[in-house]
């Protein structure tokens, strides 16, 4: 298994201002992954966190409001830019343990990031 | 696209009751399918999955079976405990070329009272 946490837990931001979130793992992984968790809704993935290359973002996300970076196999920040009041959400970090076939890949996830934008 | 239709909670039980949250999708080929449950202040936590029609994903008492004829993966547990109040989600990962993808339900928010 692997272990995720991520900084900050929670945050209230103003307005124009952006945040950047970390995730580490306690170990090395191939794959990493950003959610978001809007209230009353069910997750949605931002993007693939790629080793050594840009990140894939899903339809809807683009890389100017949400810059990722994934320097090493083991940590991602995902930054959130410009916040507007529809920015606020829980962010979770989630990463897929390279053993075994792909398709039999477990993801786990980390604690989440409350963000709140005033 | 794929996607995850759950039941609408919130859900509220007592001690012992017996639970069963519905979980139907839609997707092409033969997906994944999971159970996540996020306990109050914490990350998803996978509780259980099926990777084949008619497998059955059992854990901690929780059990779900994949249906294929019916597109579904109920999850039941006979006899709920307060420690299972949660936020339970269904999700499936399609047997495509992106298959380390997960596409979620909205989630089912489980109280069980004492």
């Known amino acids: 298994s692997a272990v995720i946490s991520q900084k900050p837990s929670r945050d209230i931001c103003q307005r124009g201002t952006s945040l950047t979130i970390q995730c580490q793992v306690d170990?090395?992984?191939?794959?990493m992954f950003w959610y978001r968790q809007q209230p009353g809704q069910s997750l949605t993935l931002i993007a693939t966190?790629?080793?050594?290359?840009?990140?894939?973002?899903e339809s809807g996300f683009v890389i100017d409001k949400f810059p990722i970076s994934r320097p090493n196999l083991t940590f991602s920040t995902l930054t959130v830019s410009n916040m507007s009041p529809e920015d606020s959400s829980i962010y979770l970090c989630?990463?897929?343990?390279?053993?075994?076939?792909?398709?039999?890949?477990?993801?786990?996830f980390g604690p989440g990031t409350r963000l709140t934008v005033l | 696209g794929n996607s995850v239709t759950q039941m609408e909670g919130p859900v509220t039980l007592s001690e012992e009751a017996f639970l069963t949250i519905n979980c139907t999708y839609t997707a092409t080929g033969y997906p994944s399918l999971f159970w996540y449950v996020q306990y109050p202040g914490e990350g998803l936590q996978l509780l259980l999955k099926?990777?084949?029609?008619?497998d059955k994903g059992s854990n901690k008492g929780f059990e779900a079976t994949y249906r294929k004829e019916t597109t579904s993966f109920h999850l039941e547990k006979g006899s709920v405990q307060v420690s299972d109040s949660a936020v339970y989600f269904c999700?499936?990962?399609?047997?495509?070329?992106?298959?380390?993808?997960?596409?979620f339900g909205k989630g089912t928010l489980l109280t069980v009272n004492p």
């Open positions: 989630s990463a897929s343990h390279p053993s075994g076939t792909r398709i039999n890949n477990e993801q786990f």
């Open positions: 966190a790629n080793q050594g290359s840009e990140a894939t973002y």
């Open positions: 170990s090395q992984v191939t794959m």
């Open positions: 999700a499936l990962r399609g047997s495509g070329g992106s298959n380390y993808k997960l596409t």
């Open positions: 099926a990777t084949k029609a008619d």
